[in-house]
Structure formats: structure tokens, C-alpha cells
Nanobody
Framework: QVQLVESGGGLVQAGGSLRLSCAAS????????MGWFRQAPGNEREFVAG????????YVADSVKGRFTISRDNAKSTVYLQMNNLKPEDTAVYYC?????????????????WGKGTLVTVSS
């Protein structure tokens, strides 16, 4: 049974930082590209960042470029999202997802597995 479990969300003031983690189990982690998505109330789920199976390259949405960094540790079966200089518009539930293909890492309906999400709230 595949499980993706996010952690690290919470309440932070604008300009602050958080690091999200997503621990995977029940799958061969290094065989999957990993992504982070987010969904704010009333909005559709949107892509935030993705990382190749090997971790050799990443792709970050323009809305968070220069502020968010994705990384992974295949030995720990964990993917991270470092979020700096947070803004109120970053408030959302953040989800990690696994895909067998990095080519579609920014496409939510192409993900094979999803976590249940962790809430990030940024106050102004």
C-alpha cells in the first residue's frame, strides 16, 4: 500500500520560512519523480515544484521561483519543499505527489499517487 505523508505545515508570518516534508512508503521511491502541488480555498489545484527521480534537476512554478526549492533524499524516501519569503497568497493545502514520468510532473491528473496534504497559512 503506497503512502505519501506530508508534514511541516503551519502558521507563519509573511516573510517567514517553512520546510515541508513528504515521506513515502510502499513504493520504490527512486523510480518516481516527485512533485508538490497546492490548493487554496476556491481555487483549482496548482503545480508548485517537481524533481526528477534522481534529483538531478528540478522545475519550479514561476509564482514561487526564487523563493521555493524542492529536493529529495532517496535514501530516506523523502521529498522536501523549502519555502522562504512566504506571502499571504501562498496560503493553501500543500500536497505531494508521485509520478512514474518526470515529463508530466506539472500535470496533476498525471500523478500516480497523492498525499493527503498539509495546511500552510501565511498571515500578513
Amino acid at each position: 500500500q503506497v503512502q505519501l505523508v506530508e508534514s511541516g505545515g503551519g502558521l507563519v508570518q509573511a516573510g517567514g520560512s517553512l520546510r515541508l516534508s513528504c515521506a513515502a512508503s510502499g513504493l520504490t521511491f527512486s523510480n518516481y519523480a516527485m512533485g508538490w502541488f497546492r490548493q487554496a480555498p476556491g481555487n483549482e489545484r496548482e503545480f508548485v515544484a517537481g524533481v526528477r527521480k534522481s534529483g538531478s534537476s528540478t522545475y519550479v512554478a514561476d509564482s514561487v521561483k526564487g523563493r521555493f526549492t524542492i529536493s529529495r533524499d532517496n535514501a530516506k524516501s523523502t521529498v522536501y519543499l523549502q519555502m522562504n519569503n512566504l506571502k499571504p497568497e501562498d496560503t493553501a493545502v500543500y500536497y505531494c505527489a508521485a509520478s512514474g514520468s518526470y515529463s508530466y510532473i506539472a500535470t496533476s491528473h498525471a500523478m500516480d499517487y497523492w498525499g493527503k496534504g498539509t495546511l500552510v497559512t501565511v498571515s500578513s
